[in-house]
């Protein structure tokens, strides 16, 4: 999937948002990945609180981006199935945080001046 | 005469038997007119009388070739703002800052009509698209139309035929003016928000990139929550690894008769020392997150606490060739590998805190 890349009208541009993480639960599979080495589908699925269907398909769709590695193991006799991001995964997830960020930032002040325009 | 009737029998029976092989196989023929009748005409396709695209002639069903969707389109450069209504078409010139995501397999307007130049936008039935135009006006365009029959799946685009148009547009244009009407929209601009399908998933769809933010960084921090070590274990790594090199090198350098003990200590110590790390390695595994190596630190820091683990056995090594004593180098691996063991697993818990 291409990412989108949405330009300010003001100011700089904004780069880095990824339609790979478009959805909730896409982007919080990646966060949550992101802060771990590895991690398995059911913890994933409790910790980010994603049914798992929807954890099955968001894995699926970042794991054909390339973005996520998914992995069948075994603890013991039961079968686990890893999650892990990959490298360009991380790549992108951070430059999507950095997006974001830029985002809030330029809301806020934007969010300011009229503030202040008004009052004033 | 016998013969010569019945050879003319033959002659006529073959004639004939000829004749129903012809006509059968020019109804086969692809160039026949009746196939193409019996397809039925294309909605779409040449009109020079030739088959249309896509049709199979002779097959009862015939597949058209699905049209463009339509697409609302933005004109990024006019100055003013303005929002127009024409027959369900959605028109918004101006400058833009849209923000957010949107995937446009997944967004389609019916509209048509009118189009600007610029870049597309395209609004799902119901949903709404806000940005601020170079005036800092926000501005919001909402989809009204809630029966769209673009299917959402861009593989199966197929032309339907358009909504019925309400028998009121009263019931539409006052929705629509009220949403589009920019002279009585507040000029307070708000958060920057793309109301749309890709933040959905059973939540709100009024999310914000703050939220976005938030949301993503909490995750990320329960991640690195679950995969943190006690407060006491650098330390009982360390103590215990130092301690039982040191007393196993102690061993090796006495001649006494305590000698066995002080070697048994030694090996004690080094097994509780691997069965700690053993421990907590599996109480990550049956927690199902294994934590990144180094915790949260940086790139730099993991590769130089890597290297820093064969600083120790090589010092080790130097002392025992130098003394000539195995108990030497143990004693000094001990030390040295102790220390840094602590020291790696202390930083790595802090930078595990700190994210």
Not at chain 2, 40 to 55: Q, S
Not at chain 2, 198 to 208: E, H, I, K, Q, T
């Amino acid at each position: 999937m291409a990412a989108l890349r949405l330009a300010a009208v003001s100011g700089g541009a904004v780069t880095g948002l990824d339609e790979a993480f478009a959805t909730m639960a896409r982007l919080k599979v990646a966060a949550f990945l992101a802060g771990c080495a590895e991690a398995e589908f059911g913890v994933v699925s409790q910790k980010c609180d994603l049914a798992a269907s929807a954890l099955s398909k968001a894995a699926v769709t970042l794991e054909e981006a390339g973005y996520v590695r998914i992995r069948k193991g075994y603890v013991g006799r039961r079968p686990r199935t890893w999650l892990s991001l990959t490298e360009v995964g991380l790549r992108s997830f951070e430059a999507h945080l950095a997006a974001l960020t830029e985002l809030t930032n330029q809301g806020r002040a934007h969010t300011s001046e009229t503030t202040t325009d008004e009052s004033g | 005469m016998a013969g010569d009737l019945r050879a003319a029998q033959l002659r006529q029976s073959r004639s004939r038997l000829c004749a129903d092989r012809g006509h059968r196989r020019s109804r086969a023929d692809p160039a026949h007119d009746g196939a193409s009748r019996r397809a039925g005409p294309a909605r779409d396709g040449p009109t020079d009388g030739a088959a249309p695209v896509g049709l199979r002639v002779g097959h009862p069903r015939a597949t058209t070739p699905t049209p463009r969707p339509r697409r609302l389109t933005i004109a990024p450069d006019t100055a003013d703002t303005g929002v127009r209504f024409v027959s369900g078409v959605t028109s918004v010139t101006g400058q833009y800052l849209p923000v957010g995501l949107s995937r446009s397999s997944e967004w389609r307007a019916s509209c048509h009509g009118e189009r600007s130049q610029g870049d597309t936008v395209s609004l799902l039935a119901g949903a709404e698209a806000r940005w601020r135009d170079d005036g800092r006006r926000a501005v919001r365009v909402r989809r009204a139309d809630r029966h769209s029959h673009l299917r959402r799946d861009s593989s199966r685009r197929r032309h339907r035929p358009d909504p019925p148009a309400p028998r009121s547009r009263s019931a539409v244009a006052p929705l629509v003016a009220r949403h589009l009407d920019v002279d009585r929209l507040s000029h307070t601009a708000s958060s920057f928000l793309m109301e749309s399908r890709c933040y959905a998933d059973g939540m709100s769809n009024d999310l914000s990139p703050e939220a976005a933010l938030d949301a993503a960084q909490a995750t990320r921090r329960v991640a690195v929550g679950a995969t943190t070590m006690p407060r006491w274990f650098p330390a009982l790594a360390g103590l215990s690894g130092a301690l039982g090199f040191g007393l196993l090198g102690v061993g090796a350098l006495t001649h006494e008769s305590g000698r066995a003990a002080l070697v048994l200590c030694g090996l004690l110590l080094c097994v509780v020392n691997i069965a700690a790390l053993g421990i907590l390695a599996g109480k990550w595994l049956r927690a199902g997150v294994l934590p990144k190596s180094g915790g949260g630190a940086s790139r730099r820091w993991v590769l130089l606490s890597t290297g820093i683990v064969p600083v120790p056995i090589a010092v080790a090594g130097l002392v025992w060739l130098v003394t000539d004593e195995v108990g030497w180098g143990s004693l000094v691996l001990g030390v040295l590998l102790g220390a840094s063991t602590w020291w790696r697993l202390s930083a790595w818990r802090r930078s595990a805190a700190v994210r």
